[in-house]
């Protein structure tokens, strides 16, 4: 669930579309807006938590940069460290943007998620497969397709809290 800062900013929710307003945070923007008195971003967005300790994410790597239809997909991997001082669970979270579809699609689909423990000072690596489903929408006919292109990857702590890496579907 994602909790807003202020009313003035319900619905809110991490798989919003592209709105065409500049993302909180970016100073150097030509169309920015001077009159925002609290930041766009939720105050606690989908999938945060609280713990005793703290993790680090190392960057995405992909077995391929290239997917095609007929093949097994590709493989996500992150190397996840708990970096606090106490034993701890993450939730680790898997989210995938389509920004070249044929139909206006989220900023970001949550698409898996793997729950891992680890003690103080440890790292596991943490991987996910994305196969041709995670990448399916239903288009302006309502057939269930994955089109080809560019498509992100975001693995991380929460919505906002994310690596990124992009592949290309043939």
């Known amino acids: 669930m994602t909790f807003p800062r202020n009313v003035g900013q319900v619905p809110i929710y991490y798989n919003h579309k592209r709105t065409g307003r500049p993302q909180a945070g970016d ?3 030509k169309f920015r ?3 925002l ?3 766009n971003s939720p105050l606690f967005p989908f999938g945060y938590g609280l713990s005793y300790t703290t993790f680090s994410y190392s960057d995405i790597q992909l077995s391929s940069n290239t997917m095609n239809r007929t093949g097994a997909g590709i493989k996500a991997t992150v190397t996840v460290t708990n970096t606090g001082a106490y034993n701890g669970d993450e939730v680790v979270q898997l989210y995938i943007h389509d920004p070249v579809a ?3 699609q989220p900023v970001k689909k949550l698409k898996g998620f793997q729950k891992v423990f680890l003690r103080q000072g440890e790292s596991k690596q943490v991987t996910f497969n994305i196969g041709l489903e995670e990448l399916k929408f239903f288009n302006s006919d309502l ?3 994955a089109e080809p292109g560019e498509f992100k990857v975001f693995i991380g702590t929460s919505s906002s809290d994310v690596k990124e890496a992009s592949f290309t579907l043939k």
């Open 143 to 145: 057939k269930w397709v």
């Open 27 to 29: 100073e150097f923007q």
């Open 37 to 39: 008195d609290v930041p």
């Open 33 to 35: 807006s001077n009159y």
């Open 102 to 104: 044929s139909v206006t």
